[in-house]
């Protein structure tokens, strides 16, 4: 029944053409679809520069004419045929060699016991899980909502399959109910209908699924994305169109849990058409948080300011974060808007389908549903239809929202209020309201997304796949467990009522925006934990040293930080040098010399806390014997080049600061630091064509690092490291980076897979630690932007486009970027922040073309203790192309 076709024979894929046919009964009418399966394409040829749609292979498989309703030219493009040949594994301890296998046994012995204790004793997530890895599957596409009140992704091949409602815990969960359908009618009977979904699940057999992927592609420019859908036989071509505020300068739009899809149309045969797009949602996810009941649905109404919002609110109460989704229309003069309450999502399906059968609509029934019952699932739909002239164009719009305002953590203590309350309220009400002002207000969020992406993507010197990856990787911003709250009174940090009270109004205007904060830096957590790496028992946190983190949010954040148990992060020698460099760097960037004032004499305690690792006193700090950096598996002994090149860079920064804040004694201080300390380093390190990665005896001790100049890196980004402002010779820098792209880049994997973090000078990767043979992404992206800051452009993007390529195209890794991979098999830590460092690499181009247009000499560039650009972060977050 349903669909007059058995499940398992509504679709076939057969070499030719598409076909229709159709039964002559009309309410049993039904496409069936014959759609091709291509012959092995040959590759395709490398774009130039300015060439759009460069996919590789992504859309080999595409068989379908057409390019969708203003589908942009840049962009992540796939087919929905296609199939990613490499199937990697995440890293376990058997990717570990005997030799490092044995020299971390006491460190897999303590983990092992402290897994146990965190699974299945405390029943809590592991902060770092390696046992139960997330593995890998290449379907995720653009997640959907603002920053800091939770996302859910949309895969490229339509599936809803990741969830991060609750903040920072994922479910990698695909929700078979959670679909697209379209219904066609012509002449009063509906002619086709058919699930946008490849997928052919256990569930819903009464629906037609299966569709043919050889005629639909994806297309991602986060923060929208696009599905192109040929409808086989129908000569209908829909786009769905994906939004979600992710807006430069919006302090609003940007944290509202929203996504809006827009489906346009068209209709390019000779004869009037009724089109019907149904959006069916599941009430939960099917898993443990519905088993206990009482989810319920109902329909809802809001007509404000002459826009009307008709939909469904599928109500979520279970705690300890309860939450409301709303699937919304907009209704309008040319278009109606049914529902259907409540149906089973884990039945045959027949009545929902039954029902859009029928007419193309659905019942509309009046009234909630009745609560679910312990372990039966719940689901709704919402359908809009409405009329095309031949040859005609219409537009149907859906909106997706959820309304969880009040969260607590993991640990359950403290309530948190989310950003957006502040704009909609705290009370669980604001669902209706958020979906109306998501479908009012979309078009003025794509207008923004276009003035601050189109510098980039019209950018004729700029190649295809580096605006793919410079957008596209912004994802992490809302999806990389975001926290983004409201501070009340009652609830601000003892901190702002001593030294750093001058926070309070910005953080008050502004919430509490968690990544990594400067007030976690002046508190200490005496609690005696002992380290997985050393077995050493310290100290959770230190008072003046950089946390790892602000806390897991299986537990406490905030209030509980360094959740990281590896290593005591008190004795790493690069956090709190980078804290220094990005303050410096902000400051460069914004001109906000009250910032610089408030971090100041937060820069001054961790500096002074770092000061013990200099135990020569020659200007230049020594790492200690074992892997005391954020590289955590790979050992670091005496002056390195890492550490020590971030060292500098920041005794550099510090010099600038207290300059600029008067601290003449600091100062001086600093400045007889730097000198001592830069021809240390130059003496011990320098070998004449690149720095040694440390001064151990060991044979790995004269490796060629690929992220030897990050302080060079930092240096230049904050419009400092050349002229009177130099720390490490110009030359030196240069051949680093020529030895580097020489040995890391292009004699490691046909120099297709972006830098090598180790390699001997031999030409052979470093495999003296599970780190040193790795490709880290986000420090491939840093690479390139150095390349650039000094003149080796070509080599930048070349590094670049290889890790690209690599994750997006070739492991299918796309919306889930991750920290590592190695040459061949394994890859390691999916959806790492680490990446978004690209834009690095946009602000070098930027900078690159600001000194080109100076009138003044090179050579006095970056000198002046108060050098501002033209453009502060926001400027450059909204023209962000060269110009």
């Not at 004729?460 to 992490?476: D, G, Q």
């Not at 980078?578 to 001109?591: A, M, P, S, W």
């Amino acid at each position: 029944m349903g669909t007059g076709v058995p499940a398992s024979e509504q679709t076939s894929c057969a070499k030719g053409d598409p076909q229709a046919s159709c039964p002559e009964n009309g309410t049993e009418a039904v496409q069936v679809t014959d759609c091709p399966i291509p012959e092995d394409s040959q590759p395709q040829h490398e774009q130039g520069y300015s060439s759009p749609e460069d996919s590789g292979q992504l859309m080999a498989s595409y068989e379908g004419k057409a390019k969708g309703y203003q589908v942009p030219p840049f962009g992540w493009r796939i087919c929905l045929a296609h199939e990613f040949a490499e199937k990697r594994k995440p890293f376990n301890a058997n990717d570990i060699s005997l030799s490092n296998l044995i020299k971390h046994l006491g460190m897999g012995l303590r983990y092992l016991q402290w897994w146990y204790r965190k699974t299945q004793v405390e029943k809590k997530k592991p902060f770092i899980d390696l046992i139960n890895s997330v593995p890998l599957r290449q379907i995720y596409g653009c997640p959907l909502g603002g920053i800091g009140g939770g996302t859910i992704t949309r895969g490229w091949r339509g599936q809803f399959c990741r969830w991060q409602l609750n903040p920072g815990m994922y479910q990698h969960q695909t929700v078979m109910a959670n679909q697209f359908t379209v219904c066609l009618r012509r002449r009063g009977q509906t002619v086709y209908q058919q699930v946008l979904s490849v997928e052919r699940p256990s569930v819903l057999r009464s629906w037609n699924w299966g569709l043919c992927g050889y005629f639909a592609f994806y297309h991602a420019l986060y923060p929208r994305a696009w599905t192109v859908y040929q409808l086989p036989g129908q000569n209908v071509t829909l786009t769905c169109r994906q939004i979600t505020p992710i807006l430069p300068h919006d302090y609003q739009d940007s944290s509202l849990p929203v996504g809006v899809f827009v489906w346009d149309v068209e209709n390019e045969g000779d004869e009037a058409l009724e089109v019907s797009i149904m959006f069916s949602m599941r009430n939960g996810l099917g898993g443990e948080d519905d088993a206990s009941g009482g989810l319920w649905n109902e329909p809802f109404c809001l007509e404000r300011d002459g826009e009307t919002v008709q939909g469904l609110l599928l109500h979520h109460p279970t705690p300890p974060n309860p939450y409301t989704m709303a699937v919304a229309a907009r209704l309008s003069a040319d278009t109606t808007v049914t529902h259907l309450t409540a149906f089973d999502p884990d039945s045959a399906g027949q009545q929902v389908w039954q029902d859009l059968l029928l007419d193309g609509q659905l019942d509309s029934l009046a009234g909630k549903s009745l609560p679910s019952q312990k372990g039966v699932g719940i689901a709704g739909a919402v359908c809009v239809s409405g009329k095309l002239p031949p040859r005609g164009r219409h537009r149907l719009e859906f909106s997706l929202a959820w309304d969880m305002p009040r969260i607590m953590f993991g640990a359950k203590g403290q309530v948190y209020y989310r950003r957006y309350t502040r704009f909609f309220g705290p009370d669980g009400d604001a669902a209706p309201a958020l979906s109306h002002y998501a479908l009012s207000h979309y078009a003025d969020w794509e207008e923004k997304i276009s003035a601050w992406q189109s510098p980039v993507l019209e950018d004729r010197s700029l190649p295809a796949w580096y605006k793919s990856a410079l957008f596209n990787e912004l994802y992490f911003l809302a999806d990389g467990g975001t926290v983004w709250l409201e501070v009340s009174e009652d609830s601000l940090p003892e901190e702002l009522v001593g030294g750093m009270g001058q926070l309070r109004p910005l953080l008050q205007e502004y919430g509490r925006f968690a990544y990594l904060e400067a007030l976690a830096t002046l508190r200490e957590d005496l609690t005696q934990r002992r380290f997985l790496m050393s077995g050493v028992t310290a100290p959770v946190k230190r008072r003046n040293v950089i946390p790892h983190d602000v806390g897991d949010p299986d537990d406490e954040p905030w209030l509980r930080v360094n959740a990281y148990e590896i290593h005591d992060t008190g004795d790493w020698k690069d956090l709190n040098l980078k804290f220094v460099l990005q303050v410096y760097r902000d400051y460069y960037l914004t001109g906000d010399q009250c910032f610089l004032r408030d971090m100041w004499p937060v820069c001054l305690a961790v500096m002074e806390s770092e000061m013990k690792f200099d135990k020569d006193h020659d200007g230049l700090i020594e790492n200690g014997g074992y892997a005391d950096q954020t590289y955590d598996g790979w050992v670091t002994t005496g002056p390195s080049a890492y550490c020590g090149g971030l060292w500098l860079a920041a005794v550099a920064v510090m010099v600038q600061m207290a300059a600029l804040c008067g601290a003449q004694e600091a100062q001086n201080k600093f400045s007889s630091i730097l000198s001592r300390g830069q021809e240390a380093y130059d003496r011990l390190l320098w070998n004449g064509r690149y720095y040694n990665y440390d001064c151990s005896s060991q044979p790995q001790s004269y490796s060629i690092m690929s992220d030897q100049c990050a302080g060079q890196w930092f240096l230049r980004a904050s419009g400092l490291g050349e002229g009177d402002s130099e720390v490490f010779p110009t030359q030196q820098v240069v051949r680093a980076l020529q030895t580097i792209f020489e040995f890391n880049v292009q004699a490691f994997a046909g120099g297709v897979m972006g830098a090598v973090n180790g390699m001997q000078p031999h030409g052979v990767p470093d495999t003296s630690s599970v780190q040193s043979d790795e490709v880290w992404v986000g420090v491939v992206y840093g690479l390139a932007a150095t390349m650039i800051q000094e003149g080796l452009t070509w080599e930048g993007f070349r590094t670049a486009e290889g890790c690209y390529r690599t994750v997006w195209e070739r492991l299918g890794l796309a919306f889930q970027t991750p920290e590592a991979y190695c040459q061949r098999r394994v890859f390691r830590s999916l959806a790492y922040m680490r990446p978004l460092s690209i834009w690095a690499m946009q602000l070098a181009l930027q900078q690159q073309q600001q000194h080109k247009k100076a009138s003044e000499p090179i050579s006095k560039r970056g000198t002046a203790l108060c050098t501002r650009p033209k453009h502060g972060p926001k400027e450059a977050m909204a023209n962000p192309g060269p110009e």
